[in-house]
């Protein structure tokens, strides 16, 4: 079998071999002379798997080791008889550790003190200025509540959310009664001090489109001073509508991990957000070592191949005494910004803009849990 696989996706080497030949190349470079004799793919987000890439090729089956497939054209790859999977969840509880860390930040710098004026995200704090008890008075948001919106849920009730608000238009149609309480945007936008997004990006004519969700009319009805955090997709936000409302005043600020237009963001918006990364939020080694392992399964799955070999693929430990940012204090505001601190990621990317997808494919060691 031969296999094409971006060289960006971790912890491949010497498993990958087991299943055949593999070529390995930059996921946004990869083309129709590259993919012509290969039987299957392993991409990310910056391969456009469709008509153009894939057209008089071999390939049979594509992996995507992500959970979002918006870059793949499945209407097509059905229609040419190419069969794919993704990896929903494997980075879940990545995403949710990136949006508890960035609502501790935002607690330490005082964005929910009464008066008080949000501090940039590399302002200097000093041990015990987070009050965890400010998330006891807050509502949180959650627009998406599939394997990583679940997952966000369960962190909010540990940090103590006084409410949350779930908004899954898909969920509430196929689980009725029988699921949880779902509400709609708009109440989100009335009653949310907190808004994160975790929806695929779909577009018409699906029932739910999520491009521009967060879009003018949403701004609109959004509650004053309430704070927006992204790490769906970029387009599920519309750029210039948060742009206007955050210079309204009716978003206090932002986070932002997933961008219109990556990796050309939007520099002024960076220049905006209280933290500004470029699309890693999901980027913990677990989160990593599960899509390369589930990915691996699946093309042997397909091809009738043992798959055994492949659970041994995982994440690396941590060093003694690691701290994700040691030149921060975040790791002595809370033992959680040890493991990760999202202020490093955004002063990073806030210092060189042109640096996104270098920041990307060459990210730090990130860990879930100490081991």
């Given at each position: 079998?031969?296999?094409?696989?971006?060289?960006?996706?971790?912890?491949?080497?010497?498993?990958?071999?087991?299943?055949?030949?593999?070529?390995?190349?930059?996921?946004?470079?990869?083309?129709?002379?590259?993919?012509?004799?290969?039987?299957?793919?392993?991409?990310?987000?910056?391969?456009?798997?469709?008509?153009?890439?894939?057209?008089?090729?071999?390939?049979?089956?594509?992996?995507?080791?992500?959970?979002?497939?918006?870059?793949?054209?499945?209407?097509?790859?059905?229609?040419?008889?190419?069969?794919?999977?993704?990896?929903?969840?494997?980075?879940?509880?990545?995403?949710?550790?990136?949006?508890?860390?960035?609502?501790?930040?935002?607690?330490?710098?005082?964005?929910?003190?009464?008066?008080?004026?949000?501090?940039?995200?590399?302002?200097r704090v000093t041990r015990g200025e987070l009050d965890r008890t400010v998330f006891g008075g807050l509502t949180l948001g959650i627009v998406g509540v599939g394997h990583v919106g679940t997952q966000v849920l369960l962190m909010a009730e540990r940090l103590g959310f006084k409410e949350v608000l779930l908004c899954d238009p898909l969920r509430a149609a196929h689980e009725g009664a029988s699921g949880p309480d779902f509400v709609g945007l708009d109440e989100v936008a009335e009653?949310?001090?907190?808004?994160?997004?975790?929806?695929?990006?779909?577009?018409?004519?699906?029932?739910?489109?999520?491009?521009?969700?967060?879009?003018?009319?949403?701004?609109?009805?959004?509650?004053?001073?309430?704070?927006?955090?992204?790490?769906?997709?970029?387009?599920?936000?519309?750029?210039?509508?948060?742009?206007?409302?955050?210079?309204?005043?009716?978003?206090?600020?932002?986070?932002?991990?997933?961008?219109?237009?990556?990796?050309?963001?939007?520099?002024?918006?960076?220049?905006?957000?209280?933290?500004?990364?470029?699309?890693?939020?999901?980027?913990?080694?677990?989160?990593?070592?599960?899509?390369?392992?589930?990915?691996?399964?699946?093309?042997?799955?397909?091809?009738?191949?043992?798959?055994?070999?492949?659970?041994?693929?995982?994440?690396?430990?941590?060093?003694?005494?690691?701290?994700?940012?040691?030149?921060?204090?975040?790791?002595?505001?809370?033992?959680?910004?040890?493991?990760?601190?999202?202020?490093?990621?955004?002063?990073?990317?806030?210092?060189?803009?042109?640096?996104?997808?270098?920041?990307?494919?060459?990210?730090?060691?990130?860990?879930?849990?100490?081991?």
């Amino acid at each position: 079998m031969k296999l094409v696989i971006d060289s960006k996706i971790p912890f491949m080497h010497g498993y990958a071999e087991l299943l055949g030949d593999v070529t390995y190349k930059a996921g946004a470079e990869i083309g129709p002379d590259d993919v012509r004799d290969a039987d299957a793919l392993i991409v990310r987000t910056r391969t456009h798997c469709d008509r153009a890439l894939l057209e008089g090729s071999k390939v049979q089956f594509i992996a995507t080791a992500t959970i979002g497939y918006d870059h793949l054209d499945t209407a097509w790859l059905k229609e040419a008889g190419i069969a794919w999977t993704n990896c929903p969840g494997c980075n879940a509880r990545s995403v949710a550790q990136y949006i508890e860390a960035v609502l501790l930040q935002l607690a330490a710098h005082g964005c929910w003190r009464a008066g008080g004026e949000l501090l940039p995200a590399t302002a200097r704090v000093t041990r015990g200025e987070l009050d965890r008890t400010v998330f006891g008075g807050l509502t949180l948001g959650i627009v998406g509540v599939g394997h990583v919106g679940t997952q966000v849920l369960l962190m909010a009730e540990r940090l103590g959310f006084k409410e949350v608000l779930l908004c899954d238009p898909l969920r509430a149609a196929h689980e009725g009664a029988s699921g949880p309480d779902f509400v709609g945007l708009d109440e989100v936008a009335e009653r949310a001090d907190v808004v994160t997004f975790h929806t695929p990006l779909t577009r018409e004519p699906q029932p739910y489109p999520t491009f521009h969700l967060a879009g003018r009319e949403f701004f609109g009805k959004l509650r004053k001073g309430a704070v927006v955090i992204n790490s769906s997709r970029g387009e599920v936000v519309d750029t210039a509508a948060l742009k206007a409302a955050m210079k309204a005043g009716r978003v206090r600020t932002a986070v932002i991990d997933t961008w219109e237009h990556e990796p050309g963001i939007d520099r002024e918006l960076l220049d905006m957000v209280f933290v500004g990364t470029p699309h890693i939020a999901g980027y913990s080694a677990d989160g990593k070592a599960n899509g390369t392992r589930m990915s691996l399964e699946a093309v042997a799955e397909h091809f009738g191949l043992d798959a055994s070999a492949f659970e041994a693929v995982s994440a690396p430990e941590l060093p003694e005494g690691f701290a994700y940012y040691p030149e921060g204090v975040g790791h002595l505001l809370a033992p959680e910004l040890r493991l990760y601190d999202p202020v490093r990621d955004s002063v990073a990317l806030k210092e060189c803009p042109d640096d996104f997808e270098r920041l990307r494919g060459n990210y730090p060691l990130r860990r879930e849990e100490s081991c």
